[in-house]
């Protein structure tokens, strides 16, 4: 065309940028309601992600430590008591970790981060309904189970899984997306959760509710409650397990959710079991998932953060572990303002009984809420501090004056 230059021209492309999303929104509808297929496709999710998301990824420190992680359990293969198992876990391990990197990547708006969480929130309402479900057609058994449970997946897995969606809705509120008939959607969907955790009679899922209704009382009265949170935690998961708590058995849960105590499912008979496999090879590990086809009782794994990792990846693996989640929830920037500390207090206070007394370590559905919650700053933007904020003020009002004004006008003194 005349008079238009050529390197005006340019080719309509198509955008495949927001597609990105997309397989890990399908990955968090699917963590609460069927685990299983994560770990079968999860790979392919996160590396579809990755590709439509159209840019390089950003690699952080988090990112980096979750690989490093993985490249150390695949290492435990060379040293493992139970190679086959060894393999399951290393997966595990890699389709957690990549479907983590490739949440923090394409999670760079507002509307992602609420497209995912939602997803999450969908898939733990299909779990919790149908829950509801086999209750109700359970009660016509004369002799009805104690807790309710889905096909496939695990009950503690699922109670879990509930209590995260709490997390995650409480996230939405304090986010605010929406109109106010989705924020009431939000508050109705608190009661299901709640409701359908107590159908799976999950005594860690039942504290941690507790635990973060009293903690968001505490965080009324207190600026900074969200600190104590932290060393609170690694208190607790350090010295119940290594504490001999079996000889002094907590009498407070006696027929909690009418479950009598008896040895608290058999985790005060596992415990020091662990503890002296873990006394073996402390450094390194036995390797990652061996534990259980070595544990004489019954054969289940270690029920406690510390334990399962020690014996998987050893103190080195503990402490990259460590790393990661407190890097993970510094991308949170607690320290920036009120609610970004008390969600990331939440987090830490709901998730400590269950790190103390269940498998949570390799979940998809904790690994891809921990993306969330790195992804804080995007839904909740970080305030500058209040000296920074007045020194931007002064900036823009001489730009507002414009140069003339802006220029100081000559004293009395000086005329």
Same mark, same amino acid.
């Given at each position: 065309?005349?008079?238009?230059?050529?390197?005006?021209?340019?080719?309509?492309?198509?955008?495949?940028?927001?597609?990105?999303?997309?397989?890990?929104?399908?990955?968090?509808?699917?963590?609460?309601?069927?685990?299983?297929?994560?770990?079968?496709?999860?790979?392919?999710?996160?590396?579809?992600?990755?590709?439509?998301?159209?840019?390089?990824?950003?690699?952080?420190?988090?990112?980096?430590?979750?690989?490093?992680?993985?490249?150390?359990?695949?290492?435990?293969?060379?040293?493992?008591?139970?190679?086959?198992?060894?393999?399951?876990?290393?997966?595990?391990?890699?389709?957690?970790?990549?479907?983590?990197?490739?949440?923090?990547?394409?999670?760079?708006?507002?509307?992602?981060?609420?497209?995912?969480?939602?997803?999450?929130?969908?898939?733990?309402?299909?779990?919790?309904?149908?829950?509801?479900?086999?209750?109700?057609?359970?009660?016509?058994?004369?002799?009805?189970?104690?807790?309710?449970?889905?096909?496939?997946?695990?009950?503690?897995?699922?109670?879990?899984?509930?209590?995260? %969606? /709490?997390?995650?809705? =409480?996230?939405? +509120?304090? @986010? #605010?997306?929406?109109?106010?008939?989705?924020?009431? $959607?939000?508050? &109705?969907?608190?009661?299901?959760?709640?409701?359908?955790?107590?159908?799976?009679?999950?005594?860690?899922?039942?504290?941690?509710?507790?635990?973060? %209704? /009293?903690?968001?009382? =505490?965080?009324? +009265?207190? @600026? #900074?409650?969200?600190?104590?949170?932290?060393?609170? $935690?690694?208190? &607790?998961?350090?010295?119940?397990?290594?504490?001999?708590?079996?000889?002094?058995?907590?009498?407070?849960?006696?027929?909690?959710?009418?479950?009598?105590?008896?040895?608290?499912?058999?985790?005060?008979?596992?415990?020091?079991?662990?503890?002296?496999?873990?006394?073996?090879?402390?450094?390194?590990?036995?390797?990652?998932?061996?534990?259980?086809?070595?544990?004489?009782?019954?054969?289940?794994?270690?029920?406690?953060?510390?334990?399962?990792?020690?014996?998987?990846?050893?103190?080195?693996?503990?402490?990259?572990?460590?790393?990661?989640?407190?890097?993970?929830?510094?991308?949170?920037?607690?320290?920036?303002?009120?609610?970004?500390?008390?969600?990331?207090?939440?987090?830490?206070?709901?998730?400590?009984?269950?790190?103390?007394?269940?498998?949570?370590?390799?979940?998809?559905?904790?690994?891809?809420?921990?993306?969330?919650?790195?992804?804080?700053?995007?839904?909740?933007?970080?305030?500058?501090?209040?000296?920074?904020?007045?020194?931007?003020?002064?900036?823009?009002?001489?730009?507002?004056?414009?140069?003339?004004?802006?220029?100081?006008?000559?004293?009395?003194?000086?005329?």
């Amino acid at each position: 065309m005349p008079g238009v230059p050529a390197q005006g021209l340019v080719a309509p492309r198509w955008n495949l940028a927001g597609l990105g999303v997309l397989p890990i929104c399908v990955a968090a509808a699917l963590a609460p309601a069927n685990p299983n297929l994560v770990f079968a496709g999860g790979l392919w999710l996160a590396a579809l992600a990755l590709l439509t998301s159209g840019r390089i990824p950003r690699i952080g420190p988090a990112d980096y430590l979750a690989l490093l992680i993985c490249c150390w359990a695949s290492t435990t293969l060379m040293w493992s008591r139970d190679v086959e198992s060894s393999q399951i876990a290393v997966r595990a391990w890699w389709t957690v970790a990549l479907l983590l990197i490739a949440a923090r990547h394409v999670l760079s708006t507002r509307r992602r981060l609420l497209l995912v969480a939602g997803s999450f929130l969908g898939g733990a309402l299909w779990a919790a309904v149908q829950l509801m479900l086999v209750r109700d057609s359970a009660e016509a058994d004369p002799t009805p189970a104690l807790r309710t449970s889905l096909d496939g997946v695990g009950v503690n897995y699922t109670a879990y899984c509930l209590v995260t %969606a /709490v997390l995650v809705s =409480l996230l939405l +509120l304090v @986010v #605010r997306p929406g109109n106010r008939l989705v924020r009431v $959607a939000l508050w &109705l969907l608190l009661p299901v959760f709640v409701y359908a955790t107590t159908l799976t009679g999950t005594r860690a899922s039942l504290i941690a509710l507790t635990a973060v %209704a /009293v903690y968001l009382i =505490l965080s009324r +009265l207190a @600026v #900074r409650t969200w600190v104590l949170a932290a060393p609170a $935690a690694v208190i &607790l998961l350090t010295a119940v397990p290594f504490g001999h708590l079996a000889q002094h058995p907590p009498q407070w849960l006696e027929n909690l959710f009418d479950r009598p105590l008896d040895d608290l499912s058999g985790r005060l008979a596992v415990w020091p079991i662990a503890e002296a496999s873990f006394w073996e090879s402390p450094v390194v590990g036995i390797g990652a998932g061996a534990f259980p086809s070595t544990n004489p009782y019954y054969e289940v794994g270690a029920h406690t953060l510390l334990l399962t990792l020690g014996n998987d990846v050893g103190l080195l693996g503990i402490g990259l572990f460590v790393a990661l989640i407190g890097f993970l929830l510094r991308g949170a920037a607690p320290g920036q303002g009120r609610r970004h500390g008390l969600l990331v207090g939440a987090l830490i206070v709901a998730w400590t009984p269950i790190w103390l007394s269940g498998h949570w370590e390799i979940s998809p559905a904790a690994w891809l809420v921990l993306a969330i919650w790195s992804r804080l700053p995007v839904a909740l933007p970080v305030r500058p501090p209040a000296h920074r904020q007045r020194r931007r003020v002064g900036v823009d009002k001489r730009r507002h004056l414009g140069p003339e004004r802006a220029v100081r006008m000559p004293s009395a003194t000086t005329r």
